[in-house]
């Protein structure tokens, strides 16, 4: 069923090459000047959070990835509220097909994936240049740690559309989730203070997407609250995230009695 759903979406893309290639080619280049600030940045300081720039690149290509991952399998529930007010839920839930997985379907953009491409292509350049030297554990950790961050932001896509059931018009609110973790996965979490370290931490598990891992990846020691331990505990973050998404979800559908109220 699932890959009936996604395989109708990717090859009705697919078909327009022209337009596949302009949009692939525009992600791409959003995540290229998007790492481009931070180059800026480390130019005129040398070192932000305490990495140089290949570390800095590592988290970047890694955080740009994860996100890149859940933003084409998750990120249309971002706009739920849309459906919510055209009315056209009840379409989806009079079928005999999950209700999360045909909102997330709705439009599965293939432009995504050159944000994917950039993001891989970095994430693996860089931690050659870092100088990781995989062990067993680390290579493990290398390979699961974009799948555990595309986890943890497709759970945070999740409760930004379940929150959308009761804010309706909700949809910037509900960004802060997402988008805004998606700043922070990419940023060394060393720069934010005490206060917002602990909230994209311990509430939104941002710096456990990508920060958290390549301290893990490259021996490097973290700062107060993100012990170089915590690179290990996305998976379980992930999981906790997924239960709270679901819960919110499911309430939120319970609740939903149509567009008309």
Same mark, same amino acid.
């Given at each position: 069923?699932? =890959? ?6 990717? =090859? ?10 302009? @949009? ?13 600030? #931070? ?8 070192? #932000? ?28 529930? @971002? ?27 709705? @439009? ?88 917002? =370290? ?20 490259? @021996?490097?020691?973290?700062?107060? #609250? ?36």
């Amino acid at each position: 069923m699932v =890959r009936t759903l996604y395989g109708s979406r990717l =090859r009705s893309q697919a078909t327009f090459r022209t337009s596949f290639a302009a @949009d692939v080619l525009g992600q791409a280049l959003v995540v290229a000047v998007e790492f481009l600030e #931070l180059w800026i940045i480390l130019s005129q300081v040398g070192t #932000l959070g305490g990495m140089d720039l290949s570390q800095v690149a590592v988290v970047y290509g890694l955080g740009a990835l994860a996100f890149g991952i859940a933003d084409l399998l998750f990120g249309e529930i @971002d706009n739920l509220s849309s459906a919510i007010r055209a009315g056209t839920l009840e379409v989806l839930l009079i079928r005999p097909v999950p209700v999360l997985l045909q909102v997330s379907s709705l @439009d599965l953009s293939l432009r995504r994936l050159g944000r994917i491409a950039v993001g891989l292509t970095m994430y693996v350049v860089a931690l050659g240049v870092a100088g990781f030297q995989p062990t067993a554990a680390t290579a493990l950790l290398a390979a699961v740690a974009p799948l555990t961050g595309a986890l943890i932001f497709g759970a945070l896509f999740t409760i930004a559309g379940a929150l959308q059931f009761w804010l309706v018009d909700g949809r910037e609110f509900a960004s802060a989730f997402t988008y805004g973790g998606n700043y922070v996965a990419t940023t060394p979490g060393a720069v934010f203070s005490l206060p917002m =370290r602990a909230l994209f931490t311990f509430v939104i598990p941002a710096t456990l997407v990508a920060y958290a891992p390549v301290l893990a990846l490259l @021996d490097l020691p973290g700062p107060a #609250l993100i012990p170089t331990w915590a690179g290990w505990t996305g998976l379980p973050a992930a999981a906790a995230v997924w239960v709270l998404a679901a819960l919110l979800w499911r309430a939120g559908v319970r609740r939903y009695t149509g567009a008309g109220g």
